[in-house]
């Protein structure tokens, strides 16, 4: 028998919606993203992460750990 699950929706497409997506889609999950792009075309100066992004982010992207910084 065949389960149904619902499709997960991701609020907001910023760094860390954007790394659940990539996460997702990893995953091979079907999912969508409800969120525009930043005004600007490119990230908020100071945008952070939280805890569960950062470390995807970093096994992910391991070549930018140089750009990482912890909050103080």
């Given at each position: 028998m065949s389960?149904?699950?619902p499709q997960p929706t991701i609020i907001g497409s910023?760094?860390?919606g954007l790394l659940i997506s990539?996460?997702?889609s990893k995953a091979q999950i079907s999912h969508r993203v409800i969120?525009?792009?930043p005004?600007?075309?490119s990230p908020r100066?100071?945008?952070s992460l939280n805890l569960e992004a950062t470390?995807?982010?970093l096994k992910e992207?391991?070549?930018l750990a140089e750009y990482y910084y912890e909050k103080a």
């Open positions: 389960k149904h699950y910023g760094l860390t990539l996460a997702l969120g525009g792009p005004p600007t075309g100066l100071g945008e470390i995807f982010f992207f391991p070549e």
